[in-house]
């Protein structure tokens, strides 16, 4: 099997915190505490916010809820462009 290579981030720390740990508990609380009760329907594209969590962080966590939600109900596709620059 092919070794993958991952390059170190230059944000961590900054736009996000350092240590992995800490990071994953911060996604999963701006996920968990979306309230997307409101959306009605199902996710068909999510352009996603990409600042620095503490200013992004909530709009992007209502955001991948949703499209989690949808997944959930078998009502997202599965297919995913990442586009950046």
Request: aromatic share 10%; glycine share 10%; hydrophobic share 40%.
């Amino acid at each position: 099997m092919e070794k993958r290579k991952v390059r170190k981030s230059c944000c961590e720390g900054s736009f996000y915190p350092e240590d992995s740990g800490i990071l994953e508990r911060d996604v999963r609380n701006f996920m968990q505490c979306a309230n997307v009760d409101s959306f009605e329907g199902d996710v068909a594209m999510l352009v996603a916010p990409h600042a620095g969590y503490v200013y992004s962080g909530v709009v992007a966590g209502f955001g991948y809820r949703a499209l989690s939600d949808s997944m959930l109900r078998g009502n997202a596709r599965s297919t995913v462009f990442l586009l950046g620059a």
